[in-house]
């Protein structure tokens, strides 16, 4: 072959390969896989100077809070979660088998020797107004396991015990 006839080659391969990564559905939940966004945390909660310490502690329940966004989404609120108290950044991971929406949440840091509670929050998307069970788990333990009714209306909250 001659060097036109590979140069025409590698053009038509660059071209096929820019094609497939424009058209590839890489958008935003293109599979209409369910998937988590927005994971936010208020930080240690804590009374007083010593962000630390377990004897400052903000008093109250720990709470789940559901409730309907627009587009398929649903806002989790996890109020007065225990997590270490070095934690920086949330890990939410996603996994959904037919209606069943498995949430495990887990924090980055666990090498401080104390613990606090946080305020988490994210988002679930890719839902449908249907009837799932949703099951959240913190370090593997579940903290909740109930069938919920996705429509627009929704709004519930369960108190953890």
């Known amino acids: ?3 036109t006839t590979n140069m025409y080659k590698t053009i038509a391969l660059f071209l096929l390969l820019a094609i497939g990564f424009v058209t590839c559905g890489c958008e935003e939940n293109s599979s209409n896989q ?3 966004r927005n994971i936010n945390s ?3 909660k804590t009374v007083g100077s010593n ?3 377990t004897n400052g502690l903000v008093a109250g329940p720990e709470t789940i809070t559901l409730s309907a966004r627009e587009g398929g989404w649903m806002l989790v609120e996890h109020n007065n979660s225990m997590f270490n108290c070095c934690t920086e950044q949330f890990i939410v991971k996603i996994s959904s088998v037919d209606n069943t929406i498995l949430v495990d949440e887990d924090e980055d840091n666990h ?3 104390c613990v606090c509670p946080f305020d988490v929050s994210y988002e679930i998307g890719g839902l449908e107004k249907d009837v799932y069970t949703l099951v959240i788990r913190k370090g593997g ?3 909740l396991k109930e069938k919920i009714v996705y429509t627009n ?3 519930k909250t369960f108190t953890i015990e």
């Open 111 to 113: 090498s401080c020797n």
């Open 51 to 53: 962000a630390k310490s």
């Open 42 to 44: 208020s930080g240690c």
């Open 153 to 155: 209306e929704l709004k």
């Open 141 to 143: 333990l579940e903290l």
């Open 34 to 36: 369910i998937h988590s």
């Open 1 to 3: 072959m001659n060097a």
